[in-house]
């Protein structure tokens, strides 16, 4: 398939083009041009002024724990293992527990694409994630190795940070693990364990780091790591989080994550801004909303090594893009400031997967299976079958669980 967005502002990774074109071809940007595209006979897409951006990155999630309500009795905790203990005596994950692994991770696919997510890191075993990473709607980042997290108590996962790292190394991929998550002694000394093992270089993505001292952010930075910020998760669950001001200043490369649902925000607009609130009344200065644009596409393309491929907005990069309506004239604060009634058109892989119903026709061209919904208050189209899992969710549960971070609701027949 090839067709032409016109008439758009088009963010790339440097610049924004105010009047741009971007012309598609079989999945992959074949040219982004100031003005209108080259010469040929393609599908025009008119976006009439509106933002066109990379697809969005979700930097930490955990698709298997997509559910709600928010579980916490008893924060803030002393680290993650106490939390999880809450977690899996508590109702919540009774009920959760009622869900088969396909529901949960096309709900979390779902959640994740009406906010312009694209690419997912889904923080879990191979053997869980690789049933469903072809099925889902989104892009799930499976090529990494991993440790659950650098502790005595550790969920066996992998085969061990070194051996991991060294596959890391081997195979050009990330090595990902959650670091200095607690107020204990081990989760404190996490950072500084994990460097003695050989394990922390430019391969390293660490996640939520909420007790990393200055010495072990001046250790991340020299070792050319990268950091994943959860901030709801981390004030949620501890109350704190790391000191995200230090880390930049040291130029480390950070992205933005929503952690799971059981725990995160909604959906990673809020997180974006989450993180702008939080910044604003730890600091008492505005995070630059340029920094929280590179946290969700090129840094996070960066850290888990495929800025080749995603990330920007560039000829011959996979064509991950969303569109969002243009409230603000500076494209990165108008992102920050964007909600779920924003989003009007995200491709996948040059595909249509969610939209605007006003984009019926360039739908139909696609010819992707789609279903005309009610996301809140707006009417959008949405690939695949969304109102079959929502009916499915209904029969395993045995009543309607309204789930904030996926409202959706099933309005029309499907078409394609």
């Not at 100031?34 to 951006?53: D, H, Q, S």
């Amino acid at each position: 398939m090839e067709y032409e967005l016109v008439n758009a502002c088009i963010v790339t990774k440097d610049r924004w083009i105010p009047n741009g074109s971007v012309v598609v071809k079989d999945g992959l940007i074949a040219s982004v041009n100031a003005g209108g595209p080259p010469p040929g006979k393609r599908i025009r897409l008119n976006l009439n002024g509106l933002y066109v951006y990379p697809g969005l990155f979700n930097a930490h999630e955990h698709l298997l724990s997509t559910y709600l309500p928010r579980v916490a009795p008893s924060k803030p905790y002393l680290n993650w293992l106490p939390w999880d203990n809450d977690l899996k005596s508590s109702i919540v994950f009774s009920e959760r527990q009622q869900l088969d692994p396909e529901q949960l991770y096309l709900l979390g696919s779902y959640k994740n694409l009406i906010s312009g997510v694209t690419s997912v890191q889904d923080h879990i075993p191979h053997f869980v994630q690789d049933p469903f990473v072809e099925k889902m709607p989104v892009r799930i980042l499976n090529q990494y190795a991993l440790s659950h997290s650098i502790c005595t108590y550790s969920l066996n996962w992998g085969d061990g940070p070194k051996e991991e790292y060294a596959k890391a190394l081997k195979q050009n991929i990330p090595y990902v693990t959650r670091i200095a998550e607690g107020f204990d002694s081990e989760s404190r000394d996490s950072l500084k364990n994990l460097h003695k093992l050989g394990c922390l270089g430019e391969h390293t993505v660490l996640v939520h780091g909420v007790v990393l001292s200055e010495s072990d952010i001046q250790l991340i930075s020299e070792k050319k790591a990268h950091l994943v910020w959860c901030p709801e998760a981390n004030q949620f669950l501890y109350e704190r989080t790391v000191d995200i001001r230090d880390l930049l200043k040291h130029g480390i490369n950070v992205s933005l994550g929503t952690d799971s649902s059981i725990c995160g925000s909604l959906n990673l607009l809020e997180e974006i801004s989450t993180a702008r609130k939080f910044y604003q009344t730890e600091y008492g200065e505005d995070l630059s909303t340029k920094t929280l644009f590179e946290m969700v596409t090129c840094n996070p393309a960066k850290a888990f090594r495929v800025e080749k491929q995603l990330g920007s907005i560039e000829a011959g990069k996979i064509a991950d893009v969303v569109v969002l309506t243009r409230n603000i004239e500076d494209p990165y604060t108008n992102l920050c400031e964007s909600d779920l009634s924003s989003v009007r058109l995200v491709l996948r892989d040059g595909v249509p997967v969610y939209g605007d119903v006003s984009l019926e026709s360039f739908f139909e061209e696609s010819g992707v299976i789609v279903e005309r919904v009610r996301v809140g208050n707006v009417e959008r189209y949405l690939v695949a079958s969304p109102g079959k899992l929502l009916e499915s969710i209904v029969i395993s549960l045995g009543y309607k669980k309204d789930l904030a971070f996926f409202p959706v609701q099933k309005e029309f027949d499907n078409f394609g």
